[in-house]
């Protein structure tokens, strides 16, 4: 899963991008207000880390154009302590979430995919699809009750075609979910992860609709 990290206190964001690239998510980082507003324009995070202490444009102000461009987009403030304030206005200015600083960076990754699962329409940890299931907190995965070994990238690979069974989607779209900004991507990359999902799990897995896309049956069995 891709997300945007918003801080510009370098130490901080530094620890949040390696942490979370830690716990399996792609993340972006930017150090202010106008970059951010660039990055949230180019739709491919799933979820936004919002300082809301910035230069160049403040978080509030970040998340006021966000929403007003009708951006759904799950969005969680950084907001400092005693702040009680900056928490309200966040949270009416479209917030979903936040978090006190200091804080845990296994709970920021616990928090971030509970509300991707949320913003999917679905409250279970776990998703399924047919007999295929894959657990974004623990990173189990399993295929008719068999747990599978994946890489970090098949993993991150099937997850975004479980979160759209049934959705065609293209090359461009899968490497901007499975990659961050200034990652270098091969170019048979892709189809080489790819090879190894249907190995490993069944050839049928991801379909390849020639010069087209990629789908995921629904119906997996
Ligand atoms: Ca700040």
């Given amino acids: 899963m891709r997300v945007l990290v918003v801080e510009d206190d370098a130490l901080l964001g530094d620890a949040i991008q390696a942490g979370l690239k830690q716990k399996g998510f792609v993340a972006d980082w930017v150090r202010d207000g106008a970059a951010a507003d660039l990055a949230l324009e180019t739709g491919t ?15 509030l102000e970040v998340l006021a154009r966000l929403r007003g461009r009708k951006d759904p987009v799950p969005v969680l403030i950084l907001t400092a302590r ?6 309200i206005a966040g949270l009416d200015a479209g917030a979903d979430d936040y978090l006190v600083k200091p804080f845990d960076l296994g709970e920021l990754a616990a928090r971030l995919r509970a509300l991707t699962r949320r913003a999917g329409g679905s409250a279970a940890a776990a998703i399924a699809v047919g007999a295929l299931s894959l657990d974004p907190a623990t990173h189990e995965v ?19 075609f479980m979160l759209n069974p049934g959705k065609v989607m293209t090359r461009g ?13 091969e170019s048979n990359a892709m189809e080489v992860h790819l090879h190894h ?8 897995v991801v379909r390849t609709l020639r010069g087209v896309g990629y789908v995921m049956p629904r119906d997996l069995a």
Wanted: no cysteine; aromatic share 8%.
């Fill in 45 to 59: 995070h799933a979820a936004v880390v919002l300082d809301i202490g910035l230069p160049r444009r403040s978080g």
């Fill in 197 to 204: 999902l249907r190995k490993k799990i069944f050839p049928g």
């Fill in 173 to 185: 779209e899968l490497e901007d979910k499975l990659y961050g900004w200034g990652e270098e991507i």
């Fill in 142 to 160: 399993t295929w008719r009750g068999e747990a599978m070994a994946l890489s970090r990238k098949e993993f991150s690979l099937l997850h975004a």
């Fill in 82 to 87: 005693d702040t009680v304030e900056d928490r």
